[in-house]
C-alpha cells in the first residue's frame, strides 16, 4: 500500500496504537457547519438577467448600457460569493492573514456602478442614477458586510510567529484542497465523504498549532510532508480509480486514510497532553512562590 499511494511520505508508524479523540474545540471548522453562502448570495446572479433581457429590447446605447450593468452585477455576485467563503475561512481559524482581495468591498462598488449604468437605461438622469447606484452599494454593504481588514493573531504571539503558523496553515489547506478536487472528480460520494472525514481531523490538529504557535515545530512535518504525501496518493488514486474502478486499490487507499488519520489524531492528542504538562508545571511554581511568600 505504502508503495503503491506514496508511501514516502506517510508517517514513522504507519499503525499506532489507537489514540484517544481529541476534544472538540468550541471554534473548530468540523467540515459540517452550515455555509453562510446562501439563497442571498445567490440570488444576486439572477439580476443581472434582468438588465440582459432589457437590453437587447432597446436601442444600441441601450444594448451597451445593459450588458455593461449585467457584467458589473454578475462580477459583483462572484466576488460576493467568494469574499463570504474567504470570510468563512479566516472566522474559522485562530491564526489567519486577512483577505489580500477585499471581495465584498469590490462587490458593493460594482454593484453600485451595475445599477447606476443600468438606470441610465431608462428615463433617470445622471443624478438620480448615481442616488440609485449608491444605495445598491449601501443596502450590498448593509447586507452581506465588510471584509475582514485586520490580520487575527494568537493572544501574547508575537507577528513572525503569527506570520509562521499562518503559512504552514495555509500550506496544508492547500494540500487538503488538492486532495478534495481530485476526489470530485470521481463523483464518488462515500470517498468524498471519507476523505472530508480526514480533512476534519487534520483541520483539529492545525486548530491546536494556532492556539499554540509553539507546537509549530512538533507540527510542521504533518502539516507539510504528510499532507503532501496524501496529496500526492490521492491524486494517483484518483487516476488509476478513474479508469478501472480496482476495489484492491479503494481499499488500500482508505486504509492509508485511516492510517494517517490515526496519526494526526495521535499527535493533536500529544500537543493537548504537552499544553497540560506545561501548565501543571507553571501552576505548581505559582504555589511554590505563594508559600514562600506566606
Sequence with gaps: MAQRFGGRHSPENSRPSPAVAPPRRPNAWDGKR???????????????????VKAFRGDPS???????????????AW?????????????????????AI?????????????????????DAGLVYGAVI????????????????????????????????VARAVDEGEKHLLAMREAILRLGD????????????????????????????TAARKYLGVYLMGARDATVQFAD?????????????YEALLTDLETNF?????????????????EIGVLRERLLREH
Excluded at 441601450?62 to 459583483?76: E, I, N, S, T
Excluded at 477585499?102 to 431608462?122: D, E, H
Excluded at 481588514?149 to 509562521?164: C, M
Excluded at 489524531?265 to 508545571?281: E, M
Design 34 to 52: 452550515r455555509s453562510r453562502v446562501g439563497s442571498r448570495s445567490a440570488a444576486l446572479f439572477f439580476l443581472p438577467l434582468i438588465f440582459i
Design 265 to 281: 489524531a495521535s499527535r493533536t492528542q500529544l500537543l493537548l497532553s504537552n499544553d497540560r504538562s506545561d501548565l501543571d508545571v
Design 240 to 252: 488509476l480509480y478513474a479508469r478501472n474502478h480496482d476495489a484492491g486499490a479503494r481499499a488500500e
Design 62 to 76: 441601450q444594448l451597451v448600457l445593459g450588458l455593461g450593468a449585467a457584467a458589473a452585477l454578475a462580477l459583483a
Design 189 to 216: 460520494r462515500g470517498l468524498e465523504t471519507r476523505v472530508e472525514r480526514f480533512a476534519v481531523t487534520a483541520r483539529t490538529l492545525f486548530r491546536g498549532v494556532e492556539s499554540d504557535p509553539g507546537d509549530l
Design 102 to 122: 477585499p471581495r465584498k468591498i469590490f462587490g458593493s462598488v460594482l454593484t453600485g456602478a451595475g445599477l447606476f449604468a443600468g438606470s441610465l437605461m431608462g
Design 79 to 99: 466576488l460576493t460569493r467568494e469574499g463570504i467563503h474567504a470570510e468563512e475561512a479566516y472566522d474559522a481559524r485562530r491564526v489567519a492573514k486577512r483577505p
Design 133 to 164: 447606484g449608491l444605495i445598491g452599494a449601501g443596502l450590498h454593504s448593509l447586507a452581506f458586510g465588510l471584509d475582514p481588514l485586520t490580520d487575527k493573531a494568537a493572544e501574547g504571539v508575537d507577528s513572525f510567529q503569527t506570520d509562521r
